[in-house]
């Protein structure tokens, strides 16, 4: 796993984000392996090679490369090499440098390291570090502290076993590592890379983990250019292949920006450092006691040349094992610094030793740091054979802010049982899905070694039957390690996986994040727009028709009402205070699912306590409806208005949506008609009515038990690959072939149209005494013990969705409708509503729909005839008003001739497509350039709306909630402005009290207008102690002020008098893997922060004025 951007303290070793490794496996195209005639057996897709006989790599010898000419000498050699060397491409086709990626370079290596893994054909792990990126105009040095853990901790992990490769091209690079612990520093210029190669790392059943630090101070380059060092932290680099063909291998990476990859104060942490003698034979050590120890540790604090006031010294001499042992330990000296370690370190291994006297030897040791005077060697003979120097910090991760990188290699079968489903396993290169008796269940095993399963999801064959079975959105989203990818195959697929590793190679686009559904979240996750012609279609009659595939002009956002808004009986005189607790409403619980009204127009229903005996459990949209109190017969919503026709959507809490149809406002002066043809696809809801025997009493108690016998019933007749039954219904109601019987509707909305098709047909199947048993309605008979069905009449069952239709007051009126349903070709249902009204001016009409289901669903209302309206008013929440909104036509746009009004629901990928398709926003588009595909009006669009994101290389306007790797846009090498000052003033003392300095940040003017990318920027701020490089402020995330010329950000708590460095990055923001991605160039700026004014004094109160004179008299 790779780990980073840990977030707390750095000694726990936790990160907050981990990741897989997917190492290269093959040789990508355009490696330079295979431009070496040698090498023609290879090909892209190749395996790397394990052994170092059968692959060739270029080489020059020193004098070739220093003849002055910077080129490529024509008499270069070829010599074999090992794979994973071959892999580095070490000086082809830039010289001194690594040149790894191949047609994948997306030369995005400036002033960044390079780090990423390989396996070789015999399944051998290789770590790969390259600093910076060649000829970048820029040069730099860096330390980098490197600590293993488990395997790496044995003694036979040394700098030379474990470096395969260093690439060191003008000798000035160091390398140490033993028992786990190492210190490598290297230096580069602006030509050339610099790096290594850590491999063959342990096999599979050992866990080991490697943790990389950079110091911040060198990683941090010059501070008055931008372009050095590696100011651009650590990019970690992901070989993607999932199926194995090379012409769909991507390489992926992860950005991990500068303060989560260095680490400023291990220069002053606790270090030891260890110098080991072998002695070659036995030896005696008479006359070297206690004393002598003590007196040649003294001589080697001395040796050191460096004041370390709190160093300690030991020496150890085992004669047993002729090992000696000189131990230096450092206790967080203030004053001593990594360079301090390192001279010492330096020193003590810089001797030769060639007497077998003890003493002589050490005194030997000794000259290598001007042995001081005073020193007489005495006793004991020996030879030095080998030594070995083990720099090391006592402290596992001494206190980097983040804990920097890590490469954490559990014992595979430890790591691959981490993941309980196939999707996540299988994405895992390391790990197989063995599928247990269902495709959910199974283990997650190592594809490495003997394995006693049966690895059903492993290698190119990486897409689980867990997902795959699944055809739509919400439930391919509920089941674990699956994403939905709207935009392939007919209707959208469904494939197994994580963001950047699909277990299918080509898709569009992919949804990971699971749905929820509540009311709450409702509309970010599924959502309806509406579709009208504001011009006179050619070719359409009055007549009713299938309006649902015809073009329209205009497409409108449909955003539900969620609550009863103020001034609603619901929220005024008809306050249901039982279902509150006895409390009153509060807009924030939302329209609850079931709710109670009279709709007879008898009164209120909780006022007081007080209930009318007409109050009934209704849904929330009914009672939403209002009908008929305080205005009789006549909606009571305050929607309604004059002389139109309103439609509107209600969502419950349950996240069920109904569509609201208000025809005319109550007590306007005139009354009229109306006559509506109403067409739906997508219908799913299934009703069955029956009336029960005389004996059933149906108390409340028992109507409970039949909903959830109901609701059982249809759970087991669905799919094991859909979701469940969204809800069950229960209605009274009366029958006038069977009065004083109960006769109960039971409404049952499905998750699907195909899925209600399903219900139907299996409730079409059924009789009045299997369905008795089906939902518990019978009892036993005392005498023979056989059960009675309790159900005495079963109604066939209907897929009507109006659960109210306002009917006449009189009987000169006529209000009816008629409803016909039909299922075509892909098993969708359909229905037709043909529906007439008359009313007076007293009163209004209306009908209510649904529920709608979570998955697609349209329905079409078209104006066949009319008289007294003028409008057709499209009702929705509008978020800035807190109240209703509408769309207003004129009434003629919603004619039959037109194509009526379309209202279409479905999930936040359809939402967008449709809502900001390119059709609606004409105008000139480059197709050569990815960024200049589309007009900038439909990406802003796209943007303005906060469920949408324009992914330009993946669909256009898709879902929020979708995972895009990469906007197209480029990489910024322009870095953004930086201006720092203070606050002053009595806001400076209030509420910016904390503020020290303010960081005036702006982006290039031109960088601000370019969608999508403008509206991905994100900056991020650190700030460092100039001199300790000490962290003290990191601001991330932080959306730029485009609509502005400056972005401000408050900077805390720094010192008065003390100097600090400030780096400013743009970055892309990246949901995945963090808020940031392909940062810029940092601006930089130091600064000495200034002493803050004291607080003005309060004015002065103004002089008294003068006397008046006295008044003036006139001399006599």
């Known amino acids: 796993m790779w780990k980073w ?110 780090l990423f893994t390989i396996r070789d054909s015999s399944l051998q792990l290789y770590a790969f570090w390259i600093n910076d990126m060649p000829w970048d105009d820029s040069a730099g040095t860096i330390d980098v502290r490197v600590r293993g853990t488990g395997a790496l901790t044995n003694p036979s992990f040394t700098d030379e076993s474990l470096l395969l490769l260093e690439n060191d ?121 206690t004393a002598e120890r003590a007196e040649f540790a003294e001589l080697v604090a001395a040796w050191t040349n460096v004041d370390i006031t709190s160093a300690n010294v030991a020496v150890w ?96 079968a430890d790591h691959c049982a981490q993941w309980n489903n196939c999707g996540e396993c299988a994405a ?15 283990n997650c095993v190592s594809v490495y070694g003997p394995d006693a399963y049966d690895i059903s999801y492993a290698g190119t064959s990486r897409c689980c039957s867990a997902c795959s079975r699944h055809s739509y959105e919400h439930s391919c989203l509920g089941e674990p390690g699956c994403g939905w990818a709207p935009l392939d195959g007919a209707r959208g697929i469904c494939v197994s996986g994580v963001p950047d590793f699909p277990c299918q190679d080509g898709l569009i686009n992919v949804i990971w994040e699971p749905p929820t559904h509540d009311s709450i979240t409702h509309r970010e996750i599924h959502k309806t727009w509406v579709k009208y012609n504001s011009v006179l279609p050619v070719g359409l009659g009055n007549e009713c028709f299938d309006f649902h595939d015809l073009s329209f002009d205009v497409v409108k956002r449909f955003e539900p009402i969620t609550s009863y808004p103020e001034g609603h009986p619901k929220n005024t005189i008809a306050v249901n205070q039982a279902l509150w607790d006895g409390g009153w409403y509060d807009t924030s ?185 089906a939902f518990g309605i019978f009892q036993t008979d005392p005498t023979t013990g056989s059960p009675i069905a309790g159900i005495l009449s079963l109604e066939m069952p209907t897929t009507d969705p109006v659960i109210f239709f306002d009917d006449t007051y009189s009987d000169r009126l006529r209000n009816n409708y008629k409803y016909t349903e039909s299922t075509d070709a892909d098993y969708i249902l359909r229905g037709q509503i043909d529906a007439h ?122 879902s929020i909630f979708s995972y895009q790797e990469s906007y197209g846009c480029p990489r910024q090498r322009l870095s953004p402005e930086i201006a720092l000052f203070s606050r002053t003033g009595e806001e400076a003392y209030g509420v910016h009290s904390n503020s020290t300095r303010v960081v005036r940040a702006a982006i290039p003017g031109f960088l601000t207008t370019t969608c999508p990318c403008n509206m991905e920027y994100r900056l991020l701020l650190v700030v460092y ?10 601001k991330q995330d932080l959306q730029p002020r485009l609509d502005h010329t400056y972005t401000f950000i408050d900077v805390p708590c720094l010192e008065p008098g003390r100097t600090y460095v400030f780096y400013l990055y743009n970055c892309f923001h990246q949901r995945d893997v963090g808020p940031f991605d392909d940062c810029s160039q940092p601006a930089i700026l130091i600064d000495t922060v200034p002493f803050k004014p004291p607080m003005p004094p309060p004015f002065e109160p103004p002089s008294p004025l003068p006397p008046m004179p006295p008044p003036f008299t006139p001399p006599p």
């Not at 209202?903 to 480059?926: H, K, S």
Request: charged residues 15%; aromatic residues 12%.
């Open 5 to 114: 951007a840990g977030e707390t303290a750095s000694s726990s070793g936790v990160f907050t984000l981990e990741r897989p490794i997917h190492p290269a496996r093959a040789f990508p195209p355009g490696h330079p392996t295979l431009t070496i005639a040698q090498n023609s057996p290879l090909s892209a897709g190749s395996l790397i090679p394990t052994d170092d006989t059968t692959v060739f790599s270029r080489f020059w010898t020193n004098e070739q490369l220093s003849i002055g000419a910077w080129g490529y000498p024509g008499d270069f050699q070829t010599r074999t090499t090992s794979g994973a060397a071959a892999f580095y491409a070490y000086n082809y086709p830039y010289m001194l440098s690594a040149n790894p990626f191949g047609d994948f370079n997306d030369n995005g290596q400036w002033n960044m390291v390079s």
């Open 169 to 289: 091209a003008f000798g000035k690079d160091d390398y140490q590592f033993y028992r786990g612990n190492g210190l490598f520093r290297w230096k580069w210029l602006a030509c050339c890379t610099t790096g290594m190669v850590m491999g063959p790392l342990p096999n599979e059943e050992e866990g080991f983990s490697i943790n990389w630090q950079m110091l911040c101070k060198q990683a941090g380059g010059d501070a008055n250019r931008p372009n050095s060092g590696l100011v651009q932290g650590i990019r970690i680099y992901q070989w993607a292949n999932p199926t194995g063909a090379v012409a769909n291998m991507r390489l992926v990476h992860y950005d991990i920006p500068l303060p989560y990859a260095c680490d400023a104060t291990y220069d002053a942490a606790v270090w030891a450092i260890s110098q080991t003698i072998v002695l070659d034979g036995a030896v005696t050590c008479d006359g070297f006691g």
């Open 317 to 412: 001499v085992d004669c047993d094992t002729a090992l000696v042992t000189v131990h230096i330990r450092i206790s967080q000296p203030a004053s001593v610094f990594l360079s301090d370690i390192t001279t010492i370190a330096d020193r003590l291994r810089s001797y030769t030793v060639s007497n077998n006297n003890l003493n002589v030897a050490l005194s030997q040791v000794g000259n290598a740091f001007v042995n001081p005077p005073g020193y007489e060697p005495s006793g004991c003979d020996a030879t030095v054979d080998r030594r070995r120097l083990d720099v090391i910090s006592e402290i596992p991760f001494p206190s980097a802010p983040y804990g920097g990188v890590t490469l954490d290699c559990k014992v595979c």
């Open 428 to 442: 895992d290169s390391q790990c197989g899905w063995a599928e247990g008796a269902t495709p959910s269940a199974g």
């Open 589 to 773: 619980i939302g329209i609850p699912h079931e709710d109670t009204w009279c709709t007879n127009g008898d009164g209120p229903d909780g006022l007081n306590g007080w209930r009318a005996s007409c109050v009934e459990k209704l849904y929330g949209a009914e009672a939403y409806y209002a009908y008929g109190f305080p205005d009789a017969w006549s909606t009571n919503s305050g929607a309604a208005r004059h002389e139109s026709v309103v439609v509107m959507q209600v969502v419950d809490t349950l996240g069920e949506g109904f569509l609201l149809l208000l025809v005319d406002k109550a007590h306007d002066g005139s009354g009229g008609s109306l006559d509506l043809c109403i067409t739906m696809k997508g219908v799913s809801t299934v009703s069955f009515s029956a009336v029960f025997q005389r004996w059933i009493t149906f108390t409340e108690g028992q109507e409970a038990i039949y909903k959830q016998n109901v609701l059982d019933w249809a759970n087991s007749k669905v799919s094991a690959t859909s979701e469940q039954i969204s809800s069950v219904k229960i209605v009274r109601g009366r029958n006038s072939e069977y009065p004083g019987l109960f006769y109960i509707t039971a409404r049952i909305a499905c998750f699907s149209a195909v899925q209600a098709d399903s219900i139907y047909d299996e409730l079409a199947q059924l009789n009045r005494a299997s369905a008795s048993f």
């Open 837 to 958: 009204w008359e009313w007076d001016a007293c009163c209004s009409d209306g009908l209510i729909i649904g529920p709608t289901p979570a998955t697609a669903w349209s329905v079409n209302i078209a104006v066949k005839a009319y008289t007294n309206l003028d409008f057709f008013k499209i009702g929705m929440y509008n978020a800035e008003k807190e109240g209703v909104g509408y769309y207003t036509l004129p009434i003629t746009y919603a004619t039959a001739s037109y194509g009526g009004v379309l209202i279409e629901g479905g999930t936040l990928t359809e939402y967008c497509q449709t809502v900001y398709a390119a059709p609606l926003f004409p105008g000139v588009v480059d197709p050569s350039n990815v960024l200049t595909s589309f007009t900038q009006n439909q990406c802003n669009a796209c943007m303005d709306d906060a469920v949408c994101v324009f992914a330009p290389l993946n669909g256009g306007c898709v």
């Open 1025 to 1034: 102690n100039f001199h300790t490089y000490q962290q003290v402020y990191l």
